[in-house]
């Protein structure tokens, strides 16, 4: 089992960059696939991106793409998310995410299909 926190979030004005960072504990990072997703109150999870075990490929968002990075570094079992020019609609809870199977397919984007979940970091943009 393996047991995530996330960190990074804050209150932020639009325009403006956060960096989320995901740290694992618990097993070896490396055999996972990885993932954020975002949620807003009365919303669906949100689908952000992820990453695969070697850090490549990755994927990401419809509404974020060209705004936002993954990566990772297994040896010291984080996973960070970098967003860029930030919107009020990006504001949400961000969680991280991992897939035990390590697998990449074209469900990466399913949240049902991890296995494991932070608790979640908020974010907030301002107008």
């Known amino acids: 089992q393996v047991q995530l926190v996330e960190s990074g979030g804050g209150l932020v004005r639009a325009g403006g960059s956060l960096r989320l960072s995901c740290a694992a504990s618990?097993?070896?990072?490396?055999?996972?696939?990885m993932a954020w997703f975002r949620q807003d109150p009365g919303k669906e999870r949100e689908f952000v991106a992820a990453?695969?075990?070697?850090?490549?490929?990755?994927m990401y968002g419809d509404s974020v793409t060209g705004r936002v990075t993954i990566s990772r570094d297994n040896a010291k079992h984080t996973v960070a998310l970098e967003v860029n020019s930030l919107k009020p609609e990006d504001t949400a809870v961000y969680y991280c995410?991992?897939?035990?199977?390590?697998?990449?397919?074209?469900?990466?984007?399913?949240?049902?299909?991890?296995?494991?979940w932070g608790q979640g970091t908020q974010v907030t943009v301002s107008s």
């Open positions: 990453i695969a075990t070697n850090g490549d490929p990755v």
């Open positions: 995410a991992a897939d035990r199977s390590g697998l990449w397919t074209n469900v990466v984007k399913v949240a049902r299909r991890y296995d494991y």
């Open positions: 618990g097993r070896p990072l490396s055999t996972y696939t």
